[in-house]
């Protein structure tokens, strides 16, 4: 049971810790999902905060430029250059030289100024048209003039009042804005371009994902995938719209967000930004193997944490077990040290054969009244010392209580023998020589599977079985044994129910006046008539009633029904008859026997005379003292008193003068003799022969043959019972037969 409730606190702990890493298990499976959800937002913002910067810093870069473009062209629009050269120092004394790659101008009939003096006709390029129409145009670098890093050209109208008369042209080096936009871009997780209205790349931010091969976004996106050319045309119009925005792509390649702005009225620029998700669930894959390292370390804790618990609980049980199976006096191992250490011996060791022993010292109570308990104390330790000493390795002994010693032994065919002898030995330990006397039962284990309680169980049966009988020291447990155990044990539990559902009947034997040859009375015998176990005779119940004490009922109970049938038989005229009832030794013993016997007679107004009380020779030979008064007590009330089986045991004639008696009932023992041996008959002769002197009437038991009966009557006996007259029989038939006699003889 104990075990039992362990294991389930160790399935319980291991459920709470399971559950406890499920549980956390499931908070950061939620935790790493939420990060996901959450980087989605906030790149989508981070991604628009990053083109707003970019956006604003290009705004206020190419305002700059401009203005400085528009003030030269105001300040040029009246002078006149004779090269080049001349316009560049002049330019440049008005821009420290820093502002611009390259400035230049187109004059009012429509021709730039290269560096090689040349002039080259631009009234029909883009940027002239633009500022003829009063715009500033800004464009990637323009074709005319070749320069070997990324750049950009910005051309700004001359104005004479309203009139547009020529124009500025300037080239800037575009590093500053890269690497502006190349800082504002710094998360390495995609590109960033700034495109014009037909989609051609300005200049990039020099990123990891920056792919330096393509010339025009929209056909780098359509090229690349059909889904991304379906964006094209929403971010062109959106760009040209001088909106922004933030599309979620998703593509062959991956999934991420794209964003969109426009740049500057002027420019008809766009920055276009965007960040791979892809790279973000990198992140978050990160993010997921460190919180599986942390689950599997923080499982790791609890399992260990568990184990630890397990360890301690496991050896705290060993300690426990330990305080429980030792037996406190002798140290050895107490029932519950006996039971596991069996258990493990027969697992361990299973081609050994094994006996399991029950002893005890019969007596050994006198030895603590006589010469104290730390005597006592000191032989129990030094027999356990001895038991402990033969029986270890491989077996084991244990003392179970007071002086009760269990023993699982290597059996062989010799090994009671030889234990019985060992035994003597242990018990000389006792110099005061009481202690000779023990009761041993055995059971050979035949089955070593067997629960150990089991085991337990019949050896105890086979030592019960002799603990009350004198004759015996030692006993076997059998299946035989065992049914007969079994068999008083039902008996045992039906008794008290039986005798209220009126199962006891009383059959009766009669008893022959030899000389009339009439019935004189009759012996009650009890009889069981038992729904389970059907009809059953007293040698089968009485012996385990005056074991159990339970006779004492059983007595009175027959008493009561005869004196019940004696008060009807005088009813209907019979009064020369006696019945005798037999009076167990436990009954005779009870303290209210006396009590009993004279509520019986004033309740049934019967004349106790007409009552014989049937004790047994035995009776009389043991503390004869108090049995006598008692008897003496029954027979002054009235009650006829009749000594059963004379002749078993060894009371002898001698003792008949002092005895408070009636009848002597003489036991077939003798009759069984007689035919052969001329000496008993004399000594039935004699007994006859002193029992009429003391006035003692005389009947002879088991008289079964005529022959018998002749002798009977040759020596003077009074009278006889037995199956030559009658086996005991049924009321009904008995009565009827009395009756019959009665009536005949009237
Ligand atoms: P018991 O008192 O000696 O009773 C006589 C027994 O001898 C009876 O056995 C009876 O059936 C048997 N018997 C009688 N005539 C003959 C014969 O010719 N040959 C042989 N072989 N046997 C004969 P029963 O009825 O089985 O009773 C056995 C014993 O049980 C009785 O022996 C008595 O000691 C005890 N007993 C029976 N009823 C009671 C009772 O109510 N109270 C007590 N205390 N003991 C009872
Ligand atoms: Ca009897
Ligand atoms: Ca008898």
Redesign the pocket.
Known sequence: MRRKIIKFEHIKKFIIILIVLIISGYMIFKYIYNIKEESDIVVAKSLNSQMNQSNTYISKYLDRKIKILDNIGKLLKDKKFKSIEELRTYTSVLTDGNEFQYISMIDSKGYLWMPDNKKIDVRDKEYYVGALMGRVVISSVVDEIKVDYDAISICVPIYDGDKVVGAMFAISDAKDLQKELTTNFNNNLGFCYIIDNKGYVVFRAENQYTDNEFINFYHYMAYNDVNLGNYVENIRTNVAAHNSGVINISNSSGNGYLGYDSISENSNWAIVSYISNDKILEYGKNVSIKSVQMITFIGAMLLFIFAYILKEEIHKKKETEKVYSIDSLTKINNIIGFSLASKKILKKYPHNSYIMILFDIQKFRYINHIYGYSYGDKILISIAKALNKKFNKEQTCARINADNFMILAKYYDEFPKDFEKLLLEVLSVDKKNILSNYKIGFYIIDNKKELIKLMIDKVSYAWKYIKNNPNKNVSFYTEILMNEIMEEEILESDMKKALINNE?Q??M?PKIDLKKGEICGA?????WISPKMGFM???KF?PL??KNGF?VE??F??LEVMLKKMKALTYDGINNFTV?????RA?ICDPMYISRLTELINKYEVSPSLIEL?V?ESIFTVNCDDILKVIAIAKGMGFKISM??FGSGYSSLNLLKEMPINEL?L??IFLNETSTSTRSKLIIKNIIEMAKALEIEVVC????TLEQVDFLKEIHCDMA????FG??MPMEQFEKILKDQTFSNN
């Open positions: 006891f009383v059959y034997q012996e009650a015998l009890a009889r005779f007293p040698d009485i009633f005056e006779i059983l007595d109970f027959i005798s009832v037999n009076q167990s009954t049937e047994t059963d089986d009932k036991d077939r038991e088991g008289v079964e019972q037995g199956y030559y086996k005991p």
